[in-house]
């Protein structure tokens, strides 16, 4: 759990109630904060820390502007980056409307940036393969299983790392390879995994410390594993396996839908296991598929091989 309090009253109050009324989890509600306490100390350049800011709540459509020109270009903010900002600063003041606090939303005239349109990054099964079989010396036999445990339930699940450290000793299964996931928007889902990862959990739960936390992966001081713990985990494996290519938590999920598809899967099954809102968001794996398919195509045929034509 984070520290990170708001000092700021009206980023305290927002960071509430995005929470509590809007049912946005811990991590999104800090994010968004510190993305409103950006523009606070952009407003305000050399703002005293912990003081309020005086300016934030009368900002308007000029100052926001200049904020996103200022990001996009000498912060050398990514546009995906800044449309997160200006989508908090989007409910940052429809909650002042909605307060009586001003008449409008100055946010709301500002276009976010067109982000671009890359297929998502995935390992090649082989590839997966290999980074499930890493293993990492120097740990602790309770460490190591749990570790283990972790890949592989990345790929059997397709979940993301928040879901991953979310997770509850109640909240899985292993006789019917079934886990109760709370996804974005604490919107509850069920997710299968396979045998595999069944094995690797059980043997973990083996040796797991007793502990009073609920919480299935459990840090070294015996409490709920944190998100940029797990981040570590990862970041081991992945510098273990020899894979050239930058591998994230995110690259596994892709990973995990793009194989479904290649080896059957329906869209609509995949869209329910990865908790997307809209079948549009789960239809960019046919084409990371296609891609996979055309590379493949490309190695393996001899004709474009031979130096005679």
């Known amino acids: 759990m984070s520290s990170y309090l708001p000092s700021d009253p009206q980023i305290a109050e927002f960071a509430a109630y995005l929470r509590l009324e809007r049912g946005q989890s811990p991590r999104t509600s800090e994010e968004y904060a510190r993305d409103i306490e950006l523009f606070g100390n952009f407003l305000e350049p050399g703002h005293p820390k912990g003081a309020p800011f005086l300016t934030l709540g009368a900002a308007g459509v000029s100052e926001i502007r200049r904020f996103v020109m200022e990001l996009m270009g000498p912060r050398g903010y990514s546009p995906t980056s800044v449309r997160r900002k200006i989508a908090a600063l989007r409910s940052f003041y429809a909650l002042q409307k909605r307060e009586g606090r001003r008449g409008d939303n100055p946010a709301q005239d500002v276009p976010p940036p067109k982000a671009a349109k890359r297929l998502p990054r995935v390992l090649s099964e ?7 079989r890493t293993r990492v010396a120097g740990k602790t036999e309770a460490r190591r299983l749990r570790d283990v445990a972790i890949m592989e339930l990345l790929y059997a699940s397709g979940i993301r790392r928040a879901e991953l450290v979310g997770l509850n000793l109640t909240d899985i299964d292993l006789e019917r390879r079934v886990m109760r996931v709370i996804g974005k928007g604490n919107k509850q889902r069920a997710v299968f995994i396979n045998q595999a990862a069944a094995e690797a959990v059980r ?15 459990l840090s070294n001081r015996r409490r709920r594993l944190s998100h940029r713990q797990a981040w570590v985990v990862f970041r081991e494996f992945a510098a273990l396996s020899g894979i050239a290519r930058h591998v994230t938590p995110h690259v596994m999920r892709h990973s995990f839908a793009t194989h479904l598809l290649e080896n059957g899967a329906d869209l609509m099954t995949i869209k329910e296991l990865l908790g997307h809102e809209s079948l549009t968001t ?6 990371v598929s296609m891609e996979h398919m055309r590379r493949t195509y490309e190695e393996a045929h001899p004709r474009d091989r031979t130096e005679e034509r």
Do not use: C
């Open 126 to 132: 082989p590839e997966v393969a290999r980074l499930l």
């Open 203 to 217: 043997a973990y739960l083996g040796v797991r410390p007793r502990s009073a936390d609920e919480a299935l992966f």
């Open 282 to 287: 789960t239809q960019v794996y046919t084409n």
